[in-house]
Protein backbone atom coordinates (compact mmCIF):
# COMPACT_ATOMS: atom_id res chain seq x y z
CA UNK A 1 0.00 0.00 0.00
CA UNK A 2 1.43 3.46 -0.79
CA UNK A 3 0.81 6.89 0.56
CA UNK A 4 -1.45 7.73 -1.44
CA UNK A 5 -3.81 4.94 -0.41
CA UNK A 6 -3.03 5.18 3.26
CA UNK A 7 -3.84 8.98 3.16
CA UNK A 8 -7.19 7.70 0.96
CA UNK A 9 -7.90 5.23 3.44
CA UNK A 10 -7.76 7.78 6.13
CA UNK A 11 -9.81 10.12 4.48
CA UNK A 12 -12.78 7.87 4.21
CA UNK A 13 -12.65 6.30 7.68
CA UNK A 14 -12.87 10.21 8.77
CA UNK A 15 -15.56 10.92 6.43
CA UNK A 16 -17.29 7.02 7.54
CA UNK A 17 -16.78 8.52 11.57
CA UNK A 18 -18.32 11.78 10.39
CA UNK A 19 -21.57 10.06 8.64
CA UNK A 20 -21.93 7.71 11.67
CA UNK A 21 -22.23 10.81 13.79
CA UNK A 22 -24.96 12.89 11.86
CA UNK A 23 -26.60 9.26 11.57
CA UNK A 24 -27.01 8.42 15.20
CA UNK A 25 -27.80 11.83 16.25
CA UNK A 26 -30.82 11.76 13.75
CA UNK A 27 -34.33 11.63 15.16
CA UNK A 28 -36.75 9.35 13.96
CA UNK A 29 -39.81 11.72 12.82
CA UNK A 30 -42.58 9.92 14.12
CA UNK A 31 -40.97 10.42 17.27
CA UNK A 32 -40.72 14.50 16.85
CA UNK A 33 -44.20 14.50 15.91
CA UNK A 34 -45.81 12.67 19.38
CA UNK A 35 -47.39 15.61 21.47
CA UNK A 36 -46.24 15.29 24.82
CA UNK A 37 -48.68 13.50 27.19
CA UNK A 38 -51.08 16.04 28.92
CA UNK A 39 -52.44 15.31 32.13
CA UNK A 40 -56.18 14.43 32.36
CA UNK A 41 -58.83 15.93 33.68
CA UNK A 42 -60.45 13.13 34.94
CA UNK A 43 -57.04 11.75 36.56
CA UNK A 44 -57.34 11.29 40.00
CA UNK A 45 -53.52 12.78 40.18
CA UNK A 46 -54.21 15.33 38.61
CA UNK A 47 -57.18 16.15 40.52
CA UNK A 48 -55.65 15.46 43.78
CA UNK A 49 -53.10 18.24 42.94
CA UNK A 50 -55.49 21.12 41.59
CA UNK A 51 -57.49 20.40 45.06
CA UNK A 52 -53.73 21.08 46.63
CA UNK A 53 -53.61 24.32 44.67
CA UNK A 54 -56.70 24.98 45.67
CA UNK A 55 -56.36 24.29 49.33
CA UNK A 56 -53.11 26.61 49.00
CA UNK A 57 -55.05 29.63 47.95
CA UNK A 58 -57.74 29.00 50.67
CA UNK A 59 -60.59 27.78 48.88
CA UNK A 60 -61.47 24.74 50.39
CA UNK A 61 -64.86 24.28 48.62
CA UNK A 62 -63.21 24.12 44.74
CA UNK A 63 -60.33 21.55 46.83
CA UNK A 64 -63.43 19.33 48.51
CA UNK A 65 -65.11 19.29 44.78
CA UNK A 66 -61.73 18.37 43.32
CA UNK A 67 -61.30 15.49 45.75
CA UNK A 68 -64.46 14.73 45.91
CA UNK A 69 -64.19 14.37 42.04
CA UNK A 70 -61.01 12.24 42.26
CA UNK A 71 -62.39 9.88 45.23
CA UNK A 72 -65.43 8.93 42.47
CA UNK A 73 -62.83 7.94 39.92
CA UNK A 74 -60.08 6.11 42.99
CA UNK A 75 -62.18 4.86 45.47
CA UNK A 76 -59.19 2.78 47.08
CA UNK A 77 -56.76 6.33 47.08
CA UNK A 78 -56.42 6.74 50.75
CA UNK A 79 -54.01 9.25 50.15
CA UNK A 80 -57.34 11.46 48.38
CA UNK A 81 -59.20 10.14 51.62
CA UNK A 82 -57.14 11.71 54.05
CA UNK A 83 -56.74 14.71 52.78
CA UNK A 84 -60.63 14.84 52.13
CA UNK A 85 -61.00 14.09 55.70
CA UNK A 86 -58.52 16.63 56.65
CA UNK A 87 -60.23 19.44 54.82
CA UNK A 88 -63.51 18.57 56.18
CA UNK A 89 -62.45 18.85 59.64
CA UNK A 90 -60.85 22.74 58.91
CA UNK A 91 -64.63 23.14 57.46
CA UNK A 92 -66.13 21.46 60.40
CA UNK A 93 -67.86 19.18 58.52
CA UNK A 94 -67.06 16.73 61.31
CA UNK A 95 -69.44 13.63 60.51
CA UNK A 96 -68.16 13.84 56.59
CA UNK A 97 -64.51 14.03 57.97
CA UNK A 98 -64.96 10.98 60.26
CA UNK A 99 -66.61 8.70 57.08
CA UNK A 100 -63.46 9.83 55.04
CA UNK A 101 -61.06 8.94 57.55
CA UNK A 102 -63.13 5.50 58.42
CA UNK A 103 -62.68 4.46 54.82
CA UNK A 104 -59.22 5.13 54.80
CA UNK A 105 -58.43 2.78 57.32
CA UNK A 106 -60.91 0.37 55.93
CA UNK A 107 -58.28 0.00 53.14
CA UNK A 108 -55.42 0.37 55.88
CA UNK A 109 -56.13 0.18 59.33
CA UNK A 110 -52.09 0.41 60.46
CA UNK A 111 -52.40 4.00 59.64
CA UNK A 112 -51.15 6.13 62.86
CA UNK A 113 -51.26 9.46 60.78
CA UNK A 114 -55.42 8.78 60.09
CA UNK A 115 -55.82 7.48 63.90
CA UNK A 116 -54.39 10.69 64.69
CA UNK A 117 -56.43 12.34 62.62
CA UNK A 118 -60.01 10.72 63.06
CA UNK A 119 -58.97 11.06 66.81
CA UNK A 120 -58.15 14.76 66.72
CA UNK A 121 -61.53 15.07 64.75
CA UNK A 122 -63.36 13.19 67.62
CA UNK A 123 -61.89 15.84 70.15
CA UNK A 124 -63.35 18.50 68.49
CA UNK A 125 -67.03 16.88 68.83
CA UNK A 126 -66.14 16.32 72.43
CA UNK A 127 -66.31 12.62 71.72
CA UNK A 128 -63.54 11.93 74.42
CA UNK A 129 -63.87 7.92 74.57
CA UNK A 130 -63.95 8.04 70.79
CA UNK A 131 -60.70 9.58 70.12
CA UNK A 132 -58.99 8.49 73.31
CA UNK A 133 -59.69 4.69 71.46
CA UNK A 134 -57.96 6.28 67.86
CA UNK A 135 -55.50 7.36 70.22
CA UNK A 136 -54.61 4.03 72.22
CA UNK A 137 -54.83 2.40 68.52
CA UNK A 138 -52.27 4.64 67.03
CA UNK A 139 -49.47 4.34 69.74
CA UNK A 140 -50.45 0.56 69.18
CA UNK A 141 -49.39 1.13 65.55
CA UNK A 142 -46.09 3.29 66.47
CA UNK A 143 -45.22 3.93 69.74
CA UNK A 144 -42.19 5.86 68.81
CA UNK A 145 -44.33 9.15 67.51
CA UNK A 146 -43.82 11.81 69.81
CA UNK A 147 -47.01 13.56 68.13
CA UNK A 148 -49.31 10.85 69.19
CA UNK A 149 -48.25 10.90 72.86
CA UNK A 150 -48.44 14.92 73.07
CA UNK A 151 -52.22 14.89 71.06
CA UNK A 152 -53.32 11.73 73.30
CA UNK A 153 -52.18 14.15 76.77
CA UNK A 154 -54.01 17.08 75.33
CA UNK A 155 -56.83 15.04 75.06
CA UNK A 156 -56.17 13.57 78.89
CA UNK A 157 -56.28 17.23 79.85
CA UNK A 158 -59.69 17.81 78.37
CA UNK A 159 -60.86 14.77 80.20
CA UNK A 160 -59.10 16.06 83.88
CA UNK A 161 -56.92 12.86 83.68
CA UNK A 162 -54.15 15.18 84.45
CA UNK A 163 -52.14 12.66 85.89
CA UNK A 164 -52.19 10.58 83.09
CA UNK A 165 -51.60 13.54 81.41
CA UNK A 166 -48.20 14.11 82.48
CA UNK A 167 -46.96 10.74 81.82
CA UNK A 168 -48.28 11.20 77.72
CA UNK A 169 -46.41 15.00 77.84
CA UNK A 170 -42.94 13.17 79.61
CA UNK A 171 -43.05 10.02 76.79
CA UNK A 172 -43.56 12.90 73.71
CA UNK A 173 -40.20 14.68 75.41
CA UNK A 174 -38.63 11.37 76.52
CA UNK A 175 -38.95 10.47 72.48
CA UNK A 176 -38.02 13.78 71.55
CA UNK A 177 -36.15 16.08 73.75
CA UNK A 178 -36.90 19.21 71.88
CA UNK A 179 -40.49 18.79 71.75
CA UNK A 180 -40.82 22.60 73.25
CA UNK A 181 -44.45 22.28 73.20
CA UNK A 182 -44.53 19.48 75.13
CA UNK A 183 -42.69 20.73 77.59
CA UNK A 184 -44.49 24.07 78.20
CA UNK A 185 -47.39 21.81 78.42
CA UNK A 186 -45.99 19.52 80.92
CA UNK A 187 -45.22 22.64 83.25
CA UNK A 188 -48.53 24.01 83.34
CA UNK A 189 -49.71 21.03 84.60
CA UNK A 190 -47.06 20.74 87.27
Do not use: C, W
Not at 49 to 78: F, I
Not at 101 to 123: F, G, K, M, P, Q
Request: proline share 3%; hydrophobic share 40%.
Amino acid sequence: MNMFQILMLGITLYFAYQIYLHVSNLQDPQEEQKPKPVPSIVDPEYLMNQADEAYEKGDYTTALKLLRDAHAKDRSNTEILNKLGFILSKTAEYDEAISAYLESLEINSDDDTVHNAIASVYRSMDDFEEAKKHYERALLIDDAYAISYFNFANLLVDMNEIEEAKVMYEKAIEIDSDFTQAKFELEKLK
